[in-house]
């Protein structure tokens, strides 16, 4: 993926302020910064649902603009689903819309939710949730995926199972992942996106990251970089 001076402005608010970077699959790109630093915007853009103000963003070397639906997956920071949908009935339902699709049941027995096949998404805990949700964001076998915050909220143990499952099924997948716990970024990532204010503060493989920084400590590093910073109008 290669990203060419993406601006985004919302009225009198410059949200990203010429953003460029390129990546190539596989990686795990974690998208860092403050909240009001403009990680989900982007994010937004790359995955179609918002319209840059400018600047270009090229799949040419994964798959043709057109065919892009066919081949992301998307976790959003909230998910809304139908309310009397069971998780079968969910994932029969996002299967019908793709060609190339991974079979349900290998989904369910990876990430180990075939006991919840019939209860209903909405009365779901946070983390069975987010399972179900990765179920969908990968059953369309995506080349590129986007997860915006998926571990916000979850427990130690939750986490755990995720990363453990994301990993799993990340083959090949160019992987972009916004998140405030820099410690996961720091052990799950290998490339960073890092924002701050809507401009980009550093885009590249996280070992160089730390060589300028001259520091191997994410947390340490972020705080002295975005400080105390943490609200924004837009994210």
């Not at 001076?5 to 974690?30: C, H, Q, R, T, Y």
């Not at 057109?66 to 081949?71: A, C, F, L, Q, V």
């Not at 949700?133 to 995506?142: C, E």
Request: net charge negative; with cysteine; glycine share 6%.
């Amino acid at each position: 993926m290669r990203v060419n001076n993406l601006k985004k402005d919302f009225k009198d608010v410059e949200a990203l302020k010429g953003i460029s970077f390129e990546f190539e699959a596989p990686s795990f790109v974690g998208v860092i910064g403050h909240n009001g630093s403009g990680k989900t915007t982007m994010l937004e853009i790359l995955m179609g649902i918002q319209t840059a103000t400018s600047g270009t963003v090229d799949y040419s070397n994964e798959f043709e603009l057109k065919d892009m639906k066919e081949n992301i997956g998307v976790i959003l920071q909230s998910n809304a689903f139908y309310s009397n949908m069971k998780v079968i009935e969910l994932l029969r339902l996002f299967k019908s819309y793709y060609k190339d699709t991974f079979e349900i049941n290998y989904l369910m027995d990876k990430l180990k939710i075939t006991d919840y096949q019939n209860k209903y998404y909405d009365k779901l805990s946070g983390g069975m949730k987010q399972k179900v949700n990765l179920a969908l964001a990968f059953i369309n076998k995506p080349k590129v995926v986007f997860l915006d915050e998926p571990t916000t909220g979850l427990d130690p143990r939750a986490r755990h199972d995720f990363w453990t499952v994301l990993k799993e099924l990340c083959n090949d997948t160019l992987l972009f992942l916004s998140s405030h716990y820099m410690e996961e970024v720091q052990k799950y990532c290998d490339k960073i996106v890092y924002l701050k204010d809507g401009e980009l503060l550093y885009a590249g493989a996280l070992d160089k990251f730390f060589e300028q920084q001259e520091s191997k400590d994410l947390s340490e590093i972020y705080l002295r970089i975005s400080g105390g910073k943490d609200d924004g109008d837009v994210d």
